[in-house]
């Protein structure tokens, strides 16, 4: 999809001010965290398990060449087939070689963010391929052509009664006097419909939580079971996932999931986590005849041994999202891209380039709750840091926020004048503000008594009436 | 009472500006725990501004500077969070690839505190002698609750006050909006944010709301008062020095009685002083109460 990230801040307007979205999120902000506090309080070794799991990761990526290479040499001994993509547009020409090659009409899809992120399903429709996603929320979105608002809830941002809009203008097939009230009949609907999709497609494509080296395998977690027929039921299983999802060993897979869900949903583990090794073996009753792996990188490899290569850990969980402010009061479509909130933050620059996504590391109070419930513990506020440093060194930011701070910094280094002015600050405004004892408007802090009162300095700095102080009582010596 | 010790306030550029009254309440807690108090002149702001906008050289300029001027003391203090942590986290991480200037900002880092959790973990600090009658929300500021780990240690100072009852705040971890310059980047996400927090401040149903950052509490404190909400907004360290008969809470008037422009005894009775505004904060005479009274 083409980037808006651009226009966040108008993107963020329009969040703010859409009634629907803002009661979607009000529902998500207190939900999310207090499902995860609840599940960590029962896992005492949580902390440690967050420190077991960075440390897995980083050996992975400190070898992943290593890993990467072990892990297709199992993939091919299992009998399945990897495909090393460099860009977007290599991992879409990829999947849709298979896809024609299977004589392929119909694609079901697993939640994949990675599919997402080649906009994959605009170039399976654009030849003739029709993709239907069979994770639910994935699905209400097709349905309305919008992009996903959040990494494992994509369709956050809606209430039921919007699902029942776009259910009842898609399936003309079925009574337009059904009652579609409750989430049952919605949930029910989408099953019934998407029940011969499963059965009618030629290829199954799903994303990878984890890709194991030692045994070749791709992992999943789902809490629908549509993973499981995505992959099992076509002829042809099709897993499309980035480089850095790999882990040497079914152990350490099976940390990592102990740490996944519980940040992710507050479950102790998703409903159903699938593992698929190669395609179906003689005597399975089951699985597909052929199976792939799309490795993709588009920018990845290039953030390995620079300051954003932690960023490579992340699990996809969304606790970043969800403990996120900023991603509270907007919700994902303002972020303008694929990935939102404060991971969204930190790699988006880095897939799309900081000129068109500097907005995002930026809408941050840096308030570190991020940071502090990453599983893998990314320091994302560190690496959103990061993202400025670069854009005041390639003079990115607005010219007049640049000179603004270049001219506050070259006074912070002259502490004579800096007290100086300080002092007659405190004084102007103080006097100005003695009657009220706050401001309604000030011209130069516009942006802030926009919306709220400014508080009335007391009238007089510290550091004039520290000195003051400290001159009576040497006189008084 | 532990050892008798040196320390420097690192005053913050807003309580500097804005709210002095925050700097003598925190000299004040500092002498009840038996230290001797300077405040470098050569202090200005700890950088975080810069730092955060990216721009690393003046962040850096301005780190070498507080350095230099808080050289020497057992200890720097500063009553918030945020810049505390700007020294104490953040200095190491300007200078990772500079060794000297790291050995010098990791050593800076040692001894400097955020003011609340310094009274208590290091000096041993576990009531004060202060009455204030409210009930009050607590808001825990990010930088402190985060990077520092202050949390329980205001709780239990100001468990010690008398007349005060806290109000447990949902969402008192959540960050309020401010966020240096982030409040004037992204006014309308920031507006939210302290909208949110100053409705759930309202539910509570305290008439009063405490933090340790100032930051923190202009933000809440212009949003409350827009609201039209009489909610009393203060810095917890005027609370636990017992100075809040001496000044006005955080955005209200001086004195709401006439006499706009009555005279305020100065300290030491000098002369010219006394047609000073009301609004203008006067110091306490010093030296304050004598430790021994305070008995902690």
């Given at each position: 999809m083409q980037p808006t990230s651009h226009s966040f801040p108008a993107n963020a307007r329009a969040g703010l001010a859409d009634p629907i979205l803002q009661t979607a999120l009000g529902l998500a902000r207190t939900g999310f965290p207090q499902r995860r506090q609840e599940a960590i309080a029962r896992l005492p070794e949580f902390e440690e398990l967050r420190e077991q799991g960075r440390a897995i990761k980083d050996h992975a990526l400190a070898n992943l060449d290593f890993y990467l290479e072990l892990y297709e040499r199992n993939v091919t001994a299992a009998g399945g087939q990897v495909h090393w993509a460099r860009t977007a547009e290599e991992a879409r020409a990829t999947v849709l070689a298979i896809c024609r090659a299977a004589n392929a009409k119909i694609v079901t899809k697993g939640k994949s963010m990675v599919a997402e992120e080649i906009a994959l399903n605009d170039h399976l429709e654009a030849n003739g391929i029709t993709p239907v996603e069979t994770d639910l929320g994935e699905y209400i979105i097709q349905l309305r052509h919008e992009p996903p608002s959040h990494i494992i809830a994509p369709a956050i941002h809606l209430m039921k009664e919007q699902v029942a809009d776009a259910f009842r203008e898609a399936h003309t097939e079925l009574d337009p006097a059904r009652p579609l009230i409750d989430p049952r009949a919605l949930c029910d609907e989408a099953r019934t419909v998407l029940r011969p999709r499963f059965l009618a497609a030629d290829v199954g494509i799903t994303g990878a939580n984890f890709l194991v080296a030692e045994t070749g395998s791709s992992i999943i977690v789902t809490n629908e079971g549509n993973g499981d027929l995505t992959q099992i039921l076509p002829r042809i299983h099709i897993v499309i996932t980035g480089i850095e999802k790999i882990v040497p060993t079914l152990e350490d897979a099976a940390t990592l999931l102990r740490l996944l869900a519980r940040s992710a949903t507050g479950q102790e583990f998703s409903s159903y986590t699938t593992i698929s090794t190669g395609p179906r073996r003689p005597g399975d009753l089951d699985g597909p005849e052929e199976y792939h792996v799309v490795l993709l990188d588009n920018g990845r490899?290039?953030?390995?041994?620079?300051?954003?290569?932690?960023?490579?850990?992340?699990?996809?969980?969304a606790a970043c999202l969800n403990h996120c402010p900023v991603y509270a009061a907007v919700?994902?479509?303002?972020?303008?891209?694929v990935y939102p909130g404060p991971m969204g933050a930190v790699l988006t620059p880095a897939l799309v380039g900081l000129g068109e996504a500097g907005h995002l590391p930026n809408a941050s109070s840096f308030c570190g709750r991020c940071e502090s419930v990453c599983p893998v513990k990314i320091p994302l506020p560190k690496m959103m840091r990061h993202w400025r440093e670069r854009e005041f060194a390639w003079r990115l930011n607005p010219p007049v926020y640049r000179s603004g701070l270049r001219l506050w910094a070259a006074l912070a280094q002259r502490p004579a004048l800096y007290h100086a002015l300080a002092g007659t600050a405190s004084r102007v405004l103080g006097w100005a503000g003695q009657l009220r004892g706050r401001f309604r408007s000030l011209p130069f802090a516009a942006g802030w008594t926009a919306v709220r009162d400014m508080p009335a300095p007391q009238g007089r700095s510290f550091q004039s009436l520290w000195t003051e102080q400290q001159r009576r009582s040497e006189r008084r010596r | 009472m532990p050892e008798p010790a040196r320390a420097a306030l690192l005053v913050t550029c807003l309580v500097d500006l804005f709210r002095p009254s925050v700097g003598f309440a925190a000299v004040k807690l500092l002498e009840q725990a038996g230290c001797t108090v300077d405040v470098p002149r050569a202090q200005t702001c700890c950088g975080q501004p810069a730092y955060n906008s990216g721009d690393r050289a003046d962040a850096k300029a301005i780190a070498r500077q507080i350095i230099a001027a808080f050289a020497g003391y057992d200890y720097v203090v500063a009553p918030s969070g945020s810049c505390a942590g700007m020294v104490k986290v953040h200095y190491p991480e300007l200078f990772a690839d500079e060794p000297a200037a790291l050995a010098q900002a990791q050593e800076l880092a040692a001894r400097t505190h955020e003011l609340v959790s310094f009274l208590v973990d290091?000096?041993?600090?576990?009531?004060v002698a202060a009455h204030w009658p409210h009930t009050a929300a607590y808001h825990d500021g990010c930088s402190g609750l985060r990077e520092l780990g202050v949390k329980e240690q205001p709780r239990r100072l100001l468990a010690s006050v008398e007349g005060l009852t806290l109000a447990e705040l949902p969402g008192a971890e959540v960050c309020c909006g401010f966020g240096g310059t982030f409040c004037i980047k992204y006014p309308e996400i920031s507006d939210k944010m302290v909208t949110d927090k100053a409705a759930e401040i309202a539910a509570t149903g305290a008439d009063a709301v405490l933090a340790g950052d100032l930051g923190c509490l202009l933000n809440i404190a212009g949003k409350l008062s827009r609201r039209g909400s009489s909610t009393e907004v203060r810095h917890i360290a005027e609370v636990l020095a017992d100075m809040t008969a001496e000044v006005p809470p955080i955005g209200a008037p001086a004195n709401p009685s006439p006499a706009p422009r009555e005279r305020v005894a100065s300290p030491q009775g000098e002369p010219g002083e006394g047609a000073r505004s009301s609004r203008q904060f006067a110091p306490s005479p010093r030296p304050s109460p004598p430790v021994g009274e305070r008995g902690f």
């Open positions: 490899s290039a953030l390995l041994g620079g300051e954003f290569q932690d960023m490579l850990r992340c699990l996809r969980c919700g994902g479509h303002a972020y303008g891209w | 290091v000096r041993g600090m576990d009531r």
